[in-house]
């Protein structure tokens, strides 16, 4: 696509929204010590990091940072961002990826916002861990360049990501242009050695841009779900636990629930 000639500021906002789930088995005696750990390993400061490795690859300049976390459990995350910063050396933003050329506006209206949700069940020992992630741009910044270091930064079992380009910018004829890049979906941005790695499903509204996908990890080994010594399990209790697992993931993946057909 050719560079739009604008009239003023670029105000397209651009919203990449994610829902990361990473998801396991703890028998009723390890569970609090799976929210301890993924407590631990996912707090503010680290969340903080990757959030500022964020708007690094993005090409933002961070402009204020609050972070806070919660007990139980949990964490948040806000991070104020602005155009105009050049990536670092060594920080490679994704490719393919839209807008390349060199930023000029300076519009500080955008953010960088992370949440976390461990839970577990009290009956059947599987444990969901949730990260939702909002990475909201105005002007020429766009999210999608951060997506697949995003992907990898956590455990992503599962992941459901929704973008949305809201609003207009006009160019110097006076036109209303809705969109500033070529997308027909997120998948596009996605590298190919991750796309082989998932299942995907999309659910895309071209005429209002919204884009929709929804990703599952292909292969499943048990071993990998498996918190602490649960890798100890008589093999009668390791397929209903595999069953457990399995009916967990289709149900998050597809958004329903389903019958609890025995293993």
Do not use: W
């Amino acid at each position: 696509m050719n560079k739009l000639q604008l009239h003023g500021f670029n105000n397209l906002t651009k919203t990449l929204s994610f829902n990361i789930y990473d998801i396991c088995y703890a028998p009723a005696e390890k569970q609090q010590a799976y929210i301890d750990y993924i407590d631990e390993a996912y707090n503010a400061e680290r969340l903080t990091r990757i959030m500022q490795d964020v708007a690094a690859i993005i090409g933002a300049r961070v402009l204020n940072i609050a972070h806070q976390d919660y007990e139980p459990q949990g964490a948040s995350v806000t991070m104020l961002i602005a155009e105009g910063q050049e990536i670092p050396e060594g920080m490679q933003a994704e490719s393919p990826g839209p807008l390349p050329e060199t930023v000029l506006a300076h519009l500080d209206k955008s953010h960088i916002s992370v949440h976390t949700y461990p839970e577990s069940h009290p009956d059947n020992g599987i444990s969901t861990f949730r990260v939702d992630i909002d990475v909201a741009t105005c002007g020429r910044i766009s999210p999608l360049k951060a997506l697949n270091y995003l992907i990898h930064s956590f455990e992503s079992d599962i992941v459901v990501m929704d973008y949305r380009i809201r609003g207009f910018t006009r160019d110097v004829d006076g036109q209303k242009h809705y969109i500033d890049h070529d997308i027909t979906s997120i998948q596009n941005y996605i590298a190919e050695d991750t796309r082989q790695i998932y299942q995907m499903l999309d659910v895309n509204v071209y005429q209002e841009n919204i884009f929709h996908t929804k990703m599952m990890l292909c292969e499943f080994d048990l071993e990998n779900y498996l918190f602490a010594a649960a890798g100890t399990l008589p093999e009668k209790e390791k397929a209903i636990v595999q069953h457990r697992l399995r009916k967990e993931m289709a149900e998050i993946f597809h958004g329903r629930n389903y019958p609890d057909i025995p293993a």
